[in-house]
């Protein structure tokens, strides 16, 4: 069975401070895909990256990071001088197996709240 | 124009009572979802249709049916609605065959049921 844990329920900082959302995830499965989508207050959500289980790269974009450890099962997400729109639920999700017929598993989210 | 589009955004209703809720996508995916976020913002999987066929079907009462009547469409119908049926519903899309695959999934702006 798949599982992801968003350890962190609500996170709450000021802006242009660095903030890190946790994520640890797993799974039985050699390949797999870790996602992390956000939710602003208006509801819609919103893909960030996608990572599958052989590129351990870290990537940036813009004040966006995410770090990628296998050895720890972790994929977390740091945002860089945070600003009040940062602000949002923000979800960690995992997808595994070779064949396309799988689902995105979430985390239960981690909400985000930027004050100016 | 909308990627993936849901209709209504706002449905509220009476116990008892059946409703649709209907989507869209003009992305040429393959493969569509229906996910189910509760009050707490659980995001979890309902349906999965690829190319028209039910590829997962969770734990999901039977008063729920989806209904494909092409790749591009999905529909959800909810039979003698319950207080507990109130949640956000997303559609989404991913492209899970040929080539390029998108295992990252294209949300809907999302359906808020209430049920009175």
């Given at each position: 069975a798949q599982k992801v844990t968003q350890a962190q329920t609500e996170?709450?900082?000021?802006?242009?401070e660095d903030v890190t959302l946790d994520c640890v995830y797993e799974?039985?499965?050699?390949?797999?895909?870790l996602f992390w989508y956000k939710q602003p207050p208006s509801g819609e959500l919103?893909?960030?990256?996608r990572r599958n289980s052989f590129d351990e790269q870290n990537e940036i974009s813009g004040r966006y990071s995410w770090n990628f450890q296998k050895s720890t099962s972790s994929f977390n997400f740091t945002i860089t001088?945070?600003?009040v729109v940062d602000?949002?639920?923000y979800f960690c999700a995992l997808s595994g197996g070779r064949s396309g017929y799988s689902t995105l598993t979430f985390g239960k989210g981690t909400m985000l709240l930027v004050s100016p | 124009d909308t990627a993936v589009s849901q209709t209504p955004k706002y449905l509220v209703t009476q116990m008892g009572n059946d409703k649709s809720i209907k989507c869209e996508q003009n992305l040429g995916h393959d493969t569509m979802y229906w996910y189910k976020?509760?009050?707490?913002?659980?995001?979890?999987?309902?349906?999965?249709?690829n190319n028209k066929e039910l590829i997962i079907n969770e734990t999901v009462p039977n008063r729920f049916s989806p209904?494909?009547?092409?790749k591009a469409h999905l529909n959800l119908h909810i039979n003698s609605l319950e207080l507990g049926d109130s949640a956000?519903?997303?559609?989404?899309?991913?492209?899970?065959g040929g080539n390029p695959t998108t295992r990252e999934l294209f949300f809907g702006e999302g359906s808020r049921l209430t049920v009175l």
């Open positions: 996170i709450s900082v000021v802006e242009k799974t039985r499965d050699t390949t797999y895909y919103v893909f960030l990256i001088a945070s600003q602000s949002a639920v | 976020q509760d009050s707490k913002k659980f995001l979890k999987i309902m349906f999965s249709y209904k494909s009547p092409d956000v519903y997303f559609c989404a899309s991913s492209q899970l």
